[in-house]
Every structure is written in C-alpha cells, then in structure tokens.
C-alpha cells in the first residue's frame, strides 16, 4: 500500500446488495410490481416488474470476482474475445463486501479515512420501473431504507452511502429527500437522464422540479450521478441493436456510438438554470469517466459566444464552479485538469468492482506529473469536502 501524508478519501466505493436490498422493507401490496426472486433454469434470477432484469448478470453476488480482475482488459492492455473467462476465477463473497464493520477494519488497511459508498445493483433498476412509476417510487423508498438499516447514510463519518432520488414523483422526491436528511445523510445519487412524466418526459432542469433542488440547496448536500443504466438503450434499437440495458454485454457499435447520458444531465442542468438559482448546490459524476467534457465545453463555449442571452453566466465557469469529475484512470487526466482545475477531479477507485482497482489507493500511480499539492487535492480534499455541509 502507497503511504500518504493526508488523508486519502475515495469517491466511488461499492457495497454488493443483500439479496433483500429492494424487499426487507417493501410494502407487500407493492411487492409483486418490484423486484422479486426466481429459479429459472436451476439458476436464482432477479424479476423487475414481473420481468427477468439482466442488468447484473449474477444479481446474487455469491460468489463475485476478485476485485480489478479486469484492470488490464479496461486499460486495452489485455484483449480478449470471452469477457467470462476475463473475470477469472470468482470467489465466495467477503464479508466487508456486505458489512460496514468488516469494511471499516478493510479502510484501515487500505489506507481509506473516508468513502462515497454507491450501490451495485441499484444503479440499475430506475430504468426497469419506469413505465410504473407507483413501483419506482415504492421500490426506492425500500431500498433507501435497506441502505440505512445496513450501512448508514453517514456510518462513523467515514462510509457516506449515497440514498436514491428519482424526480418521477417531485412530491415523492422532497418526501424521501427530508427523510433522508433527518438521517444524516451527505450524499444522494441520481440517475443521469431526462424525467419520466404523464405528459412526456421533462428535462432535470425543469422548474417543475425547483421544489427539489431548493431542498438540496438548503442542506448543502451533494448529488451524484453514478453510472448505471440511464435508460439511453432504446437508442441502441434505432441502430439495430437490442435494448436491453447488459452489464459486460460487448458489441463493437454499442461502443463506437456517441450517445453520452452524463453529458446531456449535466447540459440539462447549466441551460435549465438549476445552478444559476440555486448557487449552493455541488454535483459530482462519478464512474462516467472524462471523455465527454472536453466536447461538452466545446459546445458550450459556441453556445455562448452565439446566445449570451441565453445564459446567466458563461456556462463553461458554470461547470467548473458546481460540478466536480471522477475520472477513469485510463483517461487524459491531464486534459481534464487543464479544463476544469486540479480542485475539481475526484479519485475513484470503483472497489471492489471487477473493472476497478484492487488497492484503491494505487489510482496515485496514474497521477504522475501532477504536483504534491494536486495529488492531496485529487486523491483527499477534493472528495472529503463534497461530504462537508454547504453552507
């Protein structure tokens, strides 16, 4: 393990979910419209809305790959044709994986004084809910619970779990968010994509929604939007591709096509205004990678030098001032610094994920060339202050 002269804070941590992570605390007569379990061809499937969810594909988490078995396949230094057989061998599930005592003990090992904590699971199943939105709403408010009773919303001040928000309901959202807050809780994660709603689809910066970031504004707390399934499959189909959301699924134009959610939730954002009226409130993307903010400032840099009118303030310092990066590690971290600062990459190891890193820390190896004073910042302040009150 890397020794440091600060304390060092990861952005993106997981938990695996117990297996009653969306039912220990549904309402049973929403019970059958949610996530319910099933034995399909001798293998224990996941059923969302009455359907087969392949969005994990072993939803159980027993056993799960060893952590950053695929590092080298995401760094394109070790290709391969069966992403199966790249996993390698897997594992019984260790016991920090699902218990916030056992992870604590794993932090002090690793050389972790604090963590944002994301679900694994849950990052996928808004999309799965969305025609029933009823459900959606009974589903997360059972999973947000589930996360309290097992890790705590704020365990100790140093595991931060993020609760779940979904505008599809603004009511509902306030409701959850007020609740969440009584809890103590620094951090909620979002689903990058438009909302659904009975006359269409509205866009995250619709004033509708104003009742919501008022109260994220006031509290000071953080949002994320950590990657999952954002509902852009349905783009796939245009293309002929299927539209189901597959973790690990690979197809050549999938991965060549230009569709970017992260960037599109955070343009929904700046132009609808939410920052401009609400100048409290810090978002921060998290497993989204890089890549798309250097075209996301060239559009708006156009967009501004064509309608100043149309902006409050230049949307590029917009971006710099509120929203806060994590990276992939492969990514130009340089280029990145160079558009948003230093004071405003987060370090994320995706623990203990297959495709992040085995020792967290070890994401100081991809800092090379940054000074001492942005390695603190990147790798420590940057992401403790994002669990600090705003006031």
């Not at 419209?33 to 996941?46: D, S, T």
Request: aromatic share 12%; glycine share 8%.
């Amino acid at each position: 393990m890397t020794e440091f002269s600060f304390p060092v804070f990861d952005s993106d941590n997981h938990y695996y979910e117990a297996e009653d992570a969306f039912t220990r605390f549904i309402d049973p007569k929403m019970a059958k419209r949610c996530m319910q379990w099933a034995e399909v061809n001798g293998k224990k499937r996941l059923l969302v809305g009455g359907k087969i969810n392949r969005f994990i594909p072993n939803p159980t988490f027993d056993p799960v790959a060893r952590p950053g078995s695929l590092d080298d396949y995401f760094r394109g230094n070790s290709p391969t044709d069966d992403i199966v057989a790249a996993f390698g061998e897997l594992e019984p599930i260790p016991a920090a994986y699902r218990d916030r005592d056992a992870r604590v003990a794993l932090m002090d090992e690793q050389n972790l004084a604090g963590m944002l904590m994301f679900p694994t699971l849950g990052v996928g199943m808004e999309s799965s809910l969305e025609h029933d939105v009823p459900a959606m709403l009974a589903a997360f408010r059972a999973f947000n619970r589930w996360v309290e009773d097992d890790w705590g919303l704020n365990y100790k001040d140093r595991l931060y779990s993020a609760a779940y928000i979904t505008l599809a309901d603004v009511d509902w959202a306030c409701e959850e968010l007020d609740w969440a807050i009584d809890n103590g809780v620094r951090l909620v994660n979002m689903r990058a994509n438009s909302v659904v709603d009975p006359q269409g689809r509205r866009a995250l910066g619709h004033p509708s929604h104003d009742p919501y970031w008022k109260k994220v504004n006031d509290a000071g707390i953080t949002v994320a939007f950590h990657s999952g399934d954002a509902g852009y499959a349905f783009m796939n189909g245009h293309w002929g591709l299927p539209t189901e959301f597959e973790a690990f699924r690979y197809d050549p134009l999938k991965s060549l096509l230009t569709t970017a959610p992260i960037s599109d939730a955070m343009a929904s954002l700046i132009a609808g205004g939410v920052f401009d009226r609400f100048p409290n409130i810090r978002v921060a993307t998290i497993e989204n990678g890089s890549e798309w903010v250097g075209s996301l400032f060239k559009k708006m840099r156009k967009a501004y030098s064509q309608h100043k009118n149309a902006f409050a303030q230049d949307p590029s310092e917009t971006f710099r001032k509120h929203i806060w990066v994590a990276p992939y590690y492969e990514d130009d971290l340089f280029g990145l610094r160079d558009l948003i600062g230093a004071d405003h990459i987060l370090f994320g190891s995706d623990f203990p994920h297959a495709e992040g890193l085995a020792d967290p820390t070890a994401f100081v190896n991809d800092l090379d060339g940054f000074t001492d004073a942005e390695i603190e910042k990147i790798m420590g302040t940057n992401g403790a202050a994002l669990v600090v009150p705003q006031t």
